[in-house]
């Protein structure tokens, strides 16, 4: 199965700087089937990228996703309050699909 | 809009076995596929399985063969998972979400399984 590591595991920042998170894959992504995710305790994740670029249905546009094969980033351009949670990367193109363990973007 | 509404949390003893529900509404039912995930305290997400809404056909995780059924009720909407032979690490919380050979675009709220003596 294809492994997704995220780096780092914690971010650090306040709000109003940029986030860079980063997601490697173990074997490349087919068709570059890669998804981000937001998540917030409690609560079910929320899409927020696919295809490695694609800006989901209501995502606002400080939300950027890119990169191919193994390499894979999520950029927040100017971090929002709201914006402090998990986020976690996605594989959906080969089965048994697979996710990142995460990485908390926290405020400093 | 589309909801996914799942059933509440479960408390169950080793070896036993637990069904959830995850109700549709919103949509088109038969024109979805509804997978199930789930995340072990501190865990990664762990794909499960999923089932075509229409033709009810099935796939399920290797590591699960065996211990997962995943089923539909076409005339409720709804897609229920089971899940038997409960372990302590089966402990997490338990979601559905929907897609068409994409990623999950709807979710659940989620379902708290405990599996303990």
């Known amino acids: 199965e294809i492994v997704l590591t995220q780096s780092p595991g914690t971010l650090s920042l306040s709000p109003g700087e940029r986030a860079t998170l980063s997601c490697r894959a173990s074997?490349?992504?087919?068709?570059?089937?890669l998804a981000w995710y937001q998540q917030n305790p409690g609560q079910a994740p929320r899409l927020l990228i696919y295809?490695?670029?694609g800006r989901a249905t209501g995502i606002p546009d400080r939300f950027s996703g890119s990169g191919s094969g193994t390499d894979f980033t999520l950029t927040i351009s100017r971090l929002e309050p709201e914006d402090f949670a998990v986020y976690f990367c996605?594989?959906?193109?080969?089965?048994?699909?697979?996710f990142g363990q995460g990485t908390k973007v926290e405020i400093k | 809009q589309v909801h996914l509404v799942q059933s509440g949390a479960e408390v169950k003893k080793p070896g036993a076995s637990v069904k959830v529900s995850c109700k549709t509404s919103?949509?088109?039912?038969?024109?979805?596929?509804l997978h199930w995930l789930r995340q072990a305290p501190g865990q990664r997400f762990e794909w499960m399985g999923w089932?075509?809404?229409?033709?009810?056909?099935?796939k399920y995780s290797q590591k699960l063969q065996g211990r997962v059924t995943i089923t539909r009720d076409k005339s409720a909407s709804t897609v229920y998972m089971e899940l038997t032979s409960l372990r302590s690490e089966d402990t997490g919380v338990y979601y559905c979400?929907?897609?068409?050979?994409?990623?999950?675009?709807?979710w659940g709220q989620g379902t708290l399984v405990t599996v303990s003596s």
């Open positions: 979400a929907r897609s068409r050979g994409s990623p999950y675009d709807y």
């Open positions: 919103g949509y088109t039912f038969t024109t979805f596929a």
């Open positions: 089932i075509d809404e229409g033709t009810g056909g099935t």
């Open positions: 074997q490349s992504v087919s068709s570059n089937y």
């Open positions: 295809g490695a670029s």
């Open positions: 996605h594989q959906y193109g080969t089965s048994p699909f697979t």
